[in-house]
Nanobody, 120 residues
């Protein structure tokens, strides 16, 4: 069984910073891409940032220059540093990972979601 456990999030004022982390555990043979999605009330889930196993990254235009995704392969953990937060960043943030397990092949796994609220 594989689990992705998120931590971080919370309430922050506009212009502030927050850091999210997501740790994968379980019977994992390899992890390829990892990333973060978010879903605001009444909106579709959207990709925020993605990082491949060799460290290549891509970001949604709305967060470029403000958010940074990183990963620690040894710890099977990814991070999202969010700076200069705006009210429009308010959403539930979900981490995901593309994971290879023995006998079952590659699959996407998701974290439970963590609320990020940007408000004064």
């Amino acid at each position: 069984q594989v689990q992705l456990v998120e931590s971080g999030g919370g309430l922050v004022q506009p212009g502030g910073s927050l850091s999210l982390s997501c740790a994968a555990s379980g019977s994992i043979f390899s992890i390829n891409a990892m990333g973060w999605y978010r879903q605001a009330p009444g909106k579709q889930r959207e990709l925020v940032a993605r990082i491949t196993s060799d460290g290549s990254t891509n970001y949604a235009d709305s967060v470029k220059g403000r958010f940074t995704i990183s990963r620690d392969n040894a710890k099977k953990t990814e991070y999202l540093q969010m700076n200069s937060l705006k009210p429009d960043d308010t959403a539930v943030y979900y981490c995901y990972a593309h994971i290879l397990r023995s006998f079952t092949g590659w699959s996407d796994y998701w974290g439970q979601g963590t609320q990020v609220t940007v408000s004064s």
